[in-house]
T-cell receptor, first 110, second 114 residues
Framework: RKEVEQDPGPFNVPEGATVAFNCTYS??????FFWYRQDCRKEPKLLMS???SGNEDGRFTAQLNRASQYISLLIRDSKLSDSATYLC???????????FGAGTRLTVKP | DGGITQSPKYLFRKEGQNVTLSCEQN?????MYWYRQDPGQGLRLIYY???????QKGDIAEGYSVSREKKESFPLTVTSAQKNPTAFYLC?????????????FGEGSRLTVL
């Protein structure tokens, strides 16, 4: 089983739609969780950290469920510019070992 | 401007040749990483280093080697032992603290083995 697994996608949604991605992790000792965004042929960039209490940044909401070992990302009112691959990242153990999921591809269409 | 610089951006090599990818950062970060990304796939960890003169293997270290002689530099050598080296290679760095998660990436190096 992979350490970090994501919905394979692709997700094709119309502008204005709400879309949700899930990510599961296998190591219960995982410490920190993040969502990164990667545009085609570019490097990944941090979208948001995921806090235990859940957190929101504009149209984006991240949630953590430690009991079930998954994190989620909700995007409301999708924009064309949201089209990208969304990567789930987990910091493993109490060190700096950062592990990525395979990513979920989102395409927002007019 | 602070950041991470990878070079070269594109590299073509013949099968059986070793190649070294450069990664330099001026962010004063302690931790540095090398990831490999294949088309349509996520990032897989090759090696990472938390401090000068120390590094740990990731999931796919076979056929690769690294060094960390200076805090700013973490070069990756793709050796002839790597069976399928054609890929997009990404270097990243972050601060060492346990609650700091943002990885800063270079623009990547695309290696094609002919």
């Amino acid at each position: 089983r992979k350490e970090v697994e994501q919905d394979p996608g692709p997700f094709n949604v119309p502008e204005g739609a709400t879309v949700a991605f899930n990510c599961t992790y296998s190591n219960s000792a995982s410490q920190s969780f993040f969502w990164y965004r990667q545009d085609c042929r570019k490097e990944p960039k941090l979208l948001m950290s995921v806090y235990s209490s859940g957190n929101e940044d504009g149209r984006f909401t991240a949630q953590l469920n430690r009991a079930s070992q998954y994190i989620s990302l909700l995007i409301r009112d999708s924009k064309l510019s949201d089209s990208a691959t969304y990567l789930c990242v987990v910091r493993v153990y109490n060190n700096n070992d950062m592990r990525f999921g395979a990513g979920t591809r989102l395409t927002v269409k007019p | 401007d602070g950041g991470i610089t990878q070079s070269p951006k594109y590299l073509f090599r013949k099968e059986g040749q070793n190649v070294t990818l450069s990664c330099e950062q001026n962010l004063n970060h302690d931790a540095m990483y090398w990831y490999r990304q294949d088309p349509g796939q996520g990032l897989r960890l090759i090696y990472y280093s938390q401090i000068v003169n120390d590094f740990q293997k990731g999931d796919i270290a076979e056929g690769y080697s690294v060094s960390r002689e200076k805090k700013e530099s973490f070069p990756l050598t793709v050796t002839s032992a790597q069976k399928n080296p054609t890929a997009f290679y990404l270097c990243a760095s972050k601060t060492k603290g346990p609650n700091t998660g943002e990885l800063f990436f270079g623009e990547g190096s695309r290696l094609t083995v002919l």
